[in-house]
């Protein structure tokens, strides 16, 4: 594939809509969250500013880029501005692969899922520099949860895409959307009902959210790796969590709900559809379930996901081997 | 192992009750009162017992009871009240310092003449600690006058503690010093008599709803106009449906969550200036509790 | 500012020369005995999951607490000394604001003291009316546990509808006490307000909507697998600790030991209530949360018996006391069953004034001591649990 | 013989300087005994193998001295019992009884913190619920001026009080009594 000046111009354009797309679905997924876990708790959620308060979750991010940016005394310096940066542009890269319609592909390669989880692990780093940089014990124990998670959870989440990739025989997102149909019951979910269940239960783990939310776990680590930060510091933290959101929930809904295809028109709004339903799903289980303690959470993973990952990667062989 | 599998299974289950469980409630409407446009129902505000205030005369309902005995001043644990007796038995000054209070009820209990209760006033704030110094006398009178021009039938031997829910608002007494009046004091408050009529819980009288707060401007939700002639600005103006003159509702539908009356959106009153007359002894000293002089502590 | 050089420090620098933490008084008082290679760490006062100012010093091996010691006095107001300088009447509402989630039993406590050194008897209505308020003052107090303690563990749900009920009760307390924390409506002598047609008729639908509210519980909260992984076999306290440290209420029922005062000493009319002591099957964390659930419908069937038989007549004695009334000298200890456990009032009084010596007896104060040995050597998360499974109060605690 | 008597009895043979029954109903407690300071120790294992458990340590300050009351309480059946000792004013200090119930640490920190007395044997005697001794250097709060100081006597700590020790009684200003209401309060 040769770099040539068209090439390069479609990748700056997409990385600039990219970064638009991740700044709206940060604004979008935190008003989505206050109203789901207000209406749950049965209060009203942001009412005041804007119709319904639809604009509070603006408003917020512009108090948090006017706040001043508090930094505790003996604080590694170099390491403590680069948490946050670092925690932000890796997950932009991730986005450039997905496959938003058949032609509408900000970077067409055929590995597209290596790209993907190759990058996936570098959000952890920037938990770690936070944590060690803020020079607090509070955030070093988070940051230390946060690396084991991470790790722990990448492994489920490569065996479950894994089996998928056997079903369609190729490892890029458009062929693998292409073969699933329009309608769900030609979708990869039924053909890999396991393989969905471990994908969802590591992408919550992958993504620090509750029930998994160890390393910020408000009633231990006060707030884990981003006790520190606050203003933009804090802002980036959080629009690299509802990136990291959207991201896996962007493969999800390519692996195992068809993408862009859709029953009516295919097109990108399928994939946002579904891509906000696995997330409306994440919330959901936030504001139910309480918190795991970290030995259950590992043996969860090493004890459970990933044999079963690996019986259901044999098992997928061997139907095709005999079937197809 | 075949039985940890089945515990994890029993396990995934018990997940999706919980989420079951909330999803029902995700759907289901919405319990919390909105504050501003929506106002705890009074029924429920008819208890509490808020800031004491003096109880309107038999006669006169501008005239206190109080005959200045300073029984209360006495049984006050906090040290909130200062009597001042004028020549006659009646008080000329009355300061309650509503800071230190501990709302134990002492004084309303060991009034001879049962001239103090209990308000039931929820919404009070204010910017300054000198604010919460209320002048219960210029209250009483504002009070008075509200009823002044409906005959108060004879309030019937109800029992002492259930006196009558009234806690009208209206703007502080007329003549200003020097501050401004943004808002023409007098106001033409559309209020029902209080009948002290007992609340008939089971009536199926549907209740009226609130009418929206009295046309006339100022919605001073602190009726007590602070007695130091500090022309600050009354803070609490974003409450406007607090000290409504709220009618005495006879049968309020009998379901037991809390009933918010929902209050015409109207616009927030503008804030008025607290008009305070020049009171004549304002600049008296008035009971001075930084020094908190040490023998009083002791009791002896 | 240690300049923009790549100054790379080392948080982990305490371990190998423990002394230098600037620490307070306390700090350095505990770190003495720390061994190098442990992390000193403070839970609190400014923590989410101690419930008020408690400040528990941690001496951390990873993840594993392996020394702690909880240290009070955030909180201290030192109502015994405003109870030597106050009348007794004027004592009463210190009492509200002692433990502000089950008040009325600090008042039945202080004003039953009173009551029996001065001899003075309750019309049989008081009581009735003392028995009901009190209970239902115990279940939104073990309500606003139960929020608390889900949210410790991470469910930020639960407590949004324990707080619903719990303003159903306030609104029926409200009626009889006027306040909806701080309530002090005990007078010596009886209660200061009756209940009204509408007070009684809250009650008769309060008590079926909160049993069917606790079927839902049962399936939001107690049946949660990742709440029972996380509660089972967490903190086991047997009797044995709870006789070392004094430990009582549903911390030793849960131990197995079906101590309730209600029954050893029976106090106002509980005599004449029919009472079931819910025991834990077993001593741990998941333990203490079945019993206090369980106590709840205790509660509630007490209130439900108290309904049908509350006769009418007079809420208090004809000549009560008044403002300036005078304790006779003499000694007297109440003790009440209270939400955490035994509140007991040691009042003392040489016939003055005021009283001579109110001693005020927290059940939370014995039942946090057992905490540092109870949570040596567990997991950090296992700690906050077991704090969260005492049902701690810190302004009682600290008084 | 039932538990009151049991306890009357063992007392007596550890030389209580006064013992005396009290009606449960009113005051609370089963029986009480003023104890010398040696024999604290001894009277507080026995009630442990006894399964007692320690409620509250309930310091107070009468003309004589301290007066310094342990309230027991058994786990198995309702037998509500206080053991007393009186420390002298001079030297206010008192045995620890960390080693045999660890909760009375707290109860003895806080009694010290307030009363300033000294309880030798307790492992962390520092202040508990005061400030730390940099910030608050104050008297002990709950002291009395020496006008308000009421003796003992009067306190009514003393219901149907048995004075075993002679030079007690003369100490509380009570007569020989044996069984009958004691002190002419």
């Known amino acids: 594939m040769d770099l040539s000046l068209a090439i390069f111009v479609q990748i700056i354009a997409a990385v600039l809509l990219i970064i638009a797309l991740m700044v709206g679905n940060a604004v979008v997924m935190v008003y989505m969250e206050r109203k789901v876990a207000g209406f749950i708790q049965r209060r009203p959620g942001p009412y005041e500013v804007g119709p319904w308060g639809t604009i509070q979750a603006i408003c917020d991010s512009m108090k948090l880029l006017a706040k001043q940016l508090y930094r505790p005394g003996n604080v590694d310096l170099i390491l403590y501005y680069l948490a946050p940066v670092l925690a932000f542009f890796p997950v932009l890269l991730l986005f450039l692969p997905i496959p938003f319609g058949p032609w509408l592909t900000a970077l067409h390669i055929n590995e597209g899922i290596v790209l993907i989880l190759a990058f996936a692990g570098l959000g952890v780093l920037s938990n770690l520099l936070a944590g060690w940089a803020s020079n607090n014990k509070f955030s070093l124990l988070g940051a230390a949860r946060a690396v084991a998670q991470t790790v722990a959870y990448e492994i489920p989440m490569i065996l479950a895409l894994l089996a998928v990739v056997f079903l369609s025989g190729s490892m890029d997102l458009k062929r693998i959307t292409e073969q699933q149909g329009q309608w769900p019951w030609e979708w990869n979910i039924l053909l890999q009902p396991l393989a969905f269940f471990i994908y969802l239960v590591s992408l919550v783990g992958e993504t620090n959210r509750a029930p998994f939310d160890l390393p910020e776990a408000e009633s231990e680590l006060t707030a884990g790796f981003h006790t520190e930060y606050s203003g933009m510091g804090f802002a980036l933290f959080f629009l690299s969590e509802y990136a990291n959101m959207l991201l896996v929930s962007f493969v999800a809904a390519v692996f195992f709900l068809g993408g862009y295809k859709g029953p009516i028109a295919d097109g990108f709004w399928w994939l946002f559809i579904k891509a906000y339903a696995v997330m409306f799903f994440m919330v959901w289980i936030r504001w139910t379930f309480p918190r795991v303690r970290f030995d259950q959470l590992l043996n969860l993973n090493w004890k459970w996901l990933l044999p079963l990952g690996l019986l259901n990667l044999w098992a997928t062989a061997i139907i095709m081997k005999i079937f197809l | ?300 | 500012m240690t300049g923009c050089s790549l100054g790379f420090i080392n948080p982990l620098s305490v371990l190998e020369n423990p002394g230098t933490t600037a620490g307070d008084f306390y700090a350095r008082n505990f770190e003495k005995k720390a061994q190098p290679g442990r992390v000193i760490l403070n839970l609190g006062p400014q923590h989410p999951s101690t419930h008020g100012v408690l400040r528990v010093l941690c001496e951390l091996d990873g993840e594993y607490v392996a020394r702690c010691e909880p240290i009070l006095g955030y909180l201290h107001r030192m109502h015994e000394k405003m109870g030597e300088v106050k009348t007794p009447w004027q004592f009463l509402p210190n009492l509200g604001r002692v433990d502000y989630l089950h008040p009325l039993a600090w008042n039945w406590a202080f004003v039953g003291a009173a009551e029996k050194l001065a001899g003075l008897t309750v019309p049989p209505r008081a009581e009735w009316l003392r028995i009901i308020s009190c209970e239902l003052n115990r279940i939104s107090s073990h309500l606003l546990w139960w929020g608390a303690f889900v949210m410790d563990l991470g469910g930020f749900t639960p407590i949004l509808y324990a707080f619903e009920e719990r303003e159903k009760i306030n609104d029926i307390l409200q009626i009889i006490t006027g306040s909806r924390l701080t309530m002090a409506n005990f007078r010596f002598g009886g209660v200061c307000a009756d209940g009204d047609a509408r007070f009684f008729k809250l009650i008769q639908e309060f008590i079926p909507y909160l049993r069917e509210r606790l079927k839902m519980y049962q399936g939001l909260v107690t049946d949660n697998v990742i709440l029972r992984r996380r509660l089972e076999g967490v903190g086991p306290i047997d009797v044995d600790l709870c006789q070392r440290y004094g430990a009582t209420g549903p911390i030793l029922r849960a131990a197995g030991l079906p101590r309730d005062l209600r029954v050893d000493y029976p106090y106002g009319y509980y005599d004449q209530v029919e009472l079931t002591i819910p025991t834990g099957p077993v001593n741990d964390s998941f333990g203490r949360y079945l019993v206090r659930l369980a106590e709840i419908e205790t509660s509630l069937s007490i209130v439900e018996r108290a309904l049908k038989v509350i006769p009418d007549g007079p809420i208090i004695m004809e000549k009560a006391p008044k403002v300036s009334w005078k304790l006779p000298a003499g000694e007297s200890y109440m003790a009440v069953e209270g939400a955490r456990g035994q509140i007991n009032v040691h009042l003392v009084s040489d016939g003055g004034k005021t009283p001579y010596r109110v001693k005020l007896r927290a059940p939370g104060f014995s039942n946090l001591s057992l905490f540092a040995e109870a949570a040596k050597g567990t997991l950090l998360a296992d700690a906050i649990a077991i704090l969260g499974s005492l049902d701690l109060v810190i302004p009682e605690i600290d008084r | 013989m039932t538990d009151p008597d049991k306890w009357l009895t063992s007392w007596r043979s550890l030389g209580a300087l006064s013992v005396s029954r009290h009606d449960l109903a009113k005051e609370g407690l089963t029986v009480s005994a003023f104890l010398p300071l040696a024999a604290l120790i001894q009277a507080a294992q026995e009630l442990k193998q006894a399964r007692y458990s320690l409620l509250d340590i309930s310091a107070l300050e009468a003309k004589e001295g301290f007066v310094v009351t342990y309230h027991f309480d058994s786990l198995d059946q309702p037998a509500r019992l206080a053991i007393r000792i009186l420390a002298p004013k001079k030297k206010p200090l008192a045995p620890s009884l960390w080693s045999i119930f660890q909760g009375a640490e707290w109860h003895e920190r806080e009694a010290a913190d307030f009363f300033g007395l000294v309880f030798d044997g307790n492992p962390n005697l520092v202040p508990l619920l005061l400030p730390d001794p940099d910030e608050f250097t104050g008297p002990p709060p709950l002291r009395k001026a020496e006008a308000d100081l009421a003796p003992v006597s009067k306190l009514g700590l003393l219901a149907q009080v048995e004075i075993l020790d002679p030079d007690f009684g003369e100490l509380l200003g009570l007569a020989q009594v044996s069984d009958s209401r004691g002190g002419q309060a």
């Open chain 2, 1 to 300: 192992m075949l039985k940890a599998i089945w515990d994890n299974i029993k396990g995934l289950y018990s997940l999706l009750v919980g989420m079951s469980i909330t999803g029902r409630y995700l759907l289901s409407p919405v319990e919390t009162i909105h504050f501003p446009r929506q106002v705890v129902d009074d029924e429920i505000m008819a208890s509490f017992r808020g800031p004491i205030q003096l109880t309107l005369g038999k006669k006169d309902p501008t005239q206190t009871r109080c005959i200045s005995c300073q029984m209360c001043a006495k049984a006050c644990p906090g040290h909130c009240l200062t009597v001042t007796k004028g020549d006659a038995k009646a008080p000329i000054q009355w300061l309650y310092d509503f800071s230190y209070c501990c709302l134990c009820g002492a004084c309303v209990e060991t009034c001879p003449t049962g001239a103090l209760e209990f308000s039931h006033k929820v919404y009070l704030v204010t910017v300054s600690r000198q604010e919460l110094i209320l002048d219960l006398l210029s209250d009483l009178k504002t009070r008075g006058t509200q009823l002044g021009n409906q005959i108060v039938p004879p309030v019937p031997p109800a029992a002492k503690e259930a006196s009558p829910s009234v806690a009208p608002a209206s703007p502080s007494a007329p003549a200003t010093l020097a501050a401004p009046t943004s808002a023409p004091p007098a106001p033409e408050t559309k209020t029902d008599p209080p009948k002290a009529a007992e609340i008939k819980p089971d009536a199926a009288k549907p209740a009226q709803t609130k009418e929206p707060a009295p046309a006339s401007g100022s919605t001073d939700p602190v009726a007590a106009s602070p007695a130091v002639n500090s022309a600050t600005n009354n803070p609490a103006t974003n409450n406007p449906a607090t000290n409504i003159a709220n009618d005495v509702k006879t049968g309020a539908p009998a379901q037991s969550e809390p009933k918010a009356q929902t209050v015409a959106p109207q616009e927030l009153a503008p804030a008025t200036k607290p008009e305070t007359k020049a009171n004549p002894v304002a600049n008296k000293k008035i009971h001075d509790h930084s020094s908190r002089p040490a023998k009083k502590r002791g009791h002896k």
